[in-house]
Each structure stands twice: as C-alpha cells, then as structure tokens.
C-alpha cells in the first residue's frame, strides 16, 4: 500500500477545517438561541425535582403536551403521564393542597395560567391541562436546525495509498 504524504495532509485538513467550520456555526445558533429565548429557571424556595408533572392537551395544538413537559422537566420537574385531554378553554395546573407553592411556580412558567386545588391529585403531582388559551409562545422551542447536508466528497487519490516502502517505526 502506497501512502502519498501531501494527499494524505491535504485530506486531513480538509476535514479539520471543515469540523472547526461546523463548530463554529453549532456555537452561533447556540448562542443566538440563548439570546432569543432564555429559559426561566425554577424558584429558587422549590425543589422542582420533589414534583412529578403530569401534561394533558386539551388545545388544538398539536404536541404541545409534550413540549410542556420537556420545558418542565428541563426545569428540574420529574416527568409524568403526558396525554390527551377533552377539549377546554382554560389552562390550568391542578394541585393537592400541600403543593399549592409548586403548582404557582408551574403556573408562572407556563405564562401565569391559573391554579387550582383538586383533591383527586396525589401530594408531590402537578396536573397541568393545556385549554384553547394556552400561548405556545411561553414554552421555549427544542427544535433546533439540522446541519446541513455535506455535499463535498473526500478527494480521490491519484494512486492507491499502500504500505509498501514504508520502513516500520517500532
């Protein structure tokens, strides 16, 4: 097997150049994304991990339980049953009597949507239900872009690179 020396340098820094380019462009989304949409970040008097939320939709907006329920648990609140709900109009997270203070934390990330006591909800749940008011906009966006497609191939060397006349190094 021949190895050409310049082919194989020039091939490396192609591709180095290319990743550093690439990391570039990964840190300025980055960056913009967290100049445009920071993330509240939970109460400093609550432990948000003591609280598994539970997400139901009763939007019209498609996935957006689910969007709800990562925010949260990006917030440091256990994840719960995410599901579908009958259609509503109000937003709101239903809470046991002793996690009033958490359900109002959950509420405030979720753009002050109303609170209420169920009796029905265990002690360390949340309830939140999604109605035909709840703002998507609150919820900061996980999609992110995909890099784009590589459309350069490596070059085609003009020999084979091979090993022959190469001396072994020990």
């Known amino acids: 097997m021949l190895v050409d020396p310049p082919a194989v340098r020039t091939f490396i820094e192609q591709q180095v150049g ?9 840190e300025a989304r980055a960056a913009e994304t967290t100049a445009t949409e920071p993330v509240p970040p939970p109460p400093a008097d609550l432990i948000a991990s003591r609280y598994v939320v539970d997400v139901s939709n009763g939007s019209d907006l498609g996935g957006m339980a689910t969007s709800v329920a990562n925010h949260l648990r990006g917030l440091g609140f256990g994840r719960g049953i995410i599901d579908n709900a009958a259609a509503t109009d109000t937003s709101v997270v ?77």
Do not use: M, Y
């Open 18 to 26: 290319r990743q550093a380019a690439e990391a570039q462009a990964a």
């Open 94 to 170: 239903r809470h046991a009597d002793s996690d009033a203070d958490a359900a109002q934390a959950v509420a405030e990330q979720l753009g002050d949507i109303d609170t209420e006591l169920d009796g029905s909800v265990a002690r360390g749940h949340l309830d939140v239900v999604l109605g035909a008011d709840f703002d998507p906009a609150v919820v900061p966006s996980a999609t992110e872009e995909p890099p784009p497609p590589t459309t350069s191939a490596a070059p085609k060397p003009t020999d084979p690179i091979t090993a022959s006349g190469v001396p072994c190094i020990d």
